[in-house]
């Protein structure tokens, strides 16, 4: 526990040192629910100064639902931060290289088929999917290109995959 909070707490300080918004990709906890309250109440705590998003993984899933009786459902009560659990585009902001959308879809939620942005916008897709990278092929999300779309992060396959681009959305 102690070891993956310090690295939790280091890159959310590096977040706040260069100004990044900072996001985890789903997964935040193995089990769903009765998680030990000394996690629960050390998560508040680094949570509480960062405020991170938090996209629905298939692990923060009761019953493959996100309930009110799951461990990242309490960490939304106590505020501590802001839960990705509908599909959608969820903020716009301002990056050193311009205007940038960003949206999620959590766990079990669809992919958007296009995605609507002003010129000149950079645009950003969170995601918890299973995608069918080169090293998993066989994976039911295929990439493809959508329609507006730059990017798509992915953060179901725990461990790193390439780069690839199909048309103008890189995955």
């Known amino acids: 526990m102690d070891d993956v909070l ?3 707490a280091a890159c959310l300080d590096h977040a706040a040192a260069e ?4 996001v985890v990709l789903g997964d935040l906890f193995h089990w769903p629910r009765e998680n030990p309250n000394v996690v629960m109440v050390a998560l508040i705590e680094l949570f509480r100064e960062h405020h991170p998003y938090v996209l629905v993984g298939n692990h923060d899933k009761y019953q493959a639902r996100f309930t009110a009786d799951t461990s990242l459902a309490v960490l939304r009560a106590a505020g501590v931060c802001a839960v990705l659990d509908e599909p959608g585009l969820f903020l716009r902001l301002e990056t050193p ?3 940038a959308v ?3 879809s959590p766990d079990g939620s669809l992919l958007p088929t296009s995605v609507a942005k002003a010129d000149g916008e950079a645009s950003v897709w969170l995601t918890h999917h299973n995608v069918g990278f080169p090293d998993f092929l066989d994976k039911h999300v295929k990439i493809r290109e959508i329609p507006g779309l730059d990017w798509v992060i992915n953060g179901h396959i725990h461990r790193p ?3 690839v681009a199909a048309g103008m959305t890189r995955w």
């Open 6 to 8: 310090a690295k939790l």
């Open 19 to 22: 100004e990044l918004v900072p």
């Open 97 to 99: 290289d311009g205007p």
């Open 102 to 104: 960003v949206g999620a």
């Open 161 to 163: 995959q390439p780069t």
